[in-house]
């Protein structure tokens, strides 16, 4: 059921202190100190990103506690773009 996956994602996100988007609802922001976290839903699929790896790989870790869900690793199609990272 997509719309309890979602509704799920969406009440964890914002338990944990993310803020969604007023013009895109698939899209969270939280704000630590100076450093921040983005968090994108596309389907079935989260994409983070963020400027601290720290705080990102404790995103993961804190996700993956709370849902079942696996780290797939580095983007590298995303939409039919392929993404190459450096």
Known sequence: MP?????KINDQ???IGFA???????????YK????L?????VDDLLETGDDARLV???KQEMMQAI??????L??????IEIKQS
């Not at 719309?3 to 509704?7: I, R």
């Not at 100190?33 to 921040?36: C, E």
């Not at 079942?68 to 690793?73: D, I, P, V």
């Not at 983007?75 to 039919?80: A, E, R, V």
């Open 3 to 7: 719309k309890d996956w979602y509704s």
């Open 20 to 30: 969604k988007s007023l013009s895109e609802s698939t899209l969270y922001v939280k």
């Open 68 to 73: 079942e869900m696996t780290h797939l690793g």
């Open 38 to 42: 983005i968090v994108s839903l596309y």
């Open 75 to 80: 983007m590298t199609y995303f939409l039919g």
């Open 57 to 59: 790989e404790e995103f």
């Open 13 to 15: 996100l914002l338990s």
């Open 33 to 36: 100190g100076n450093n921040f």
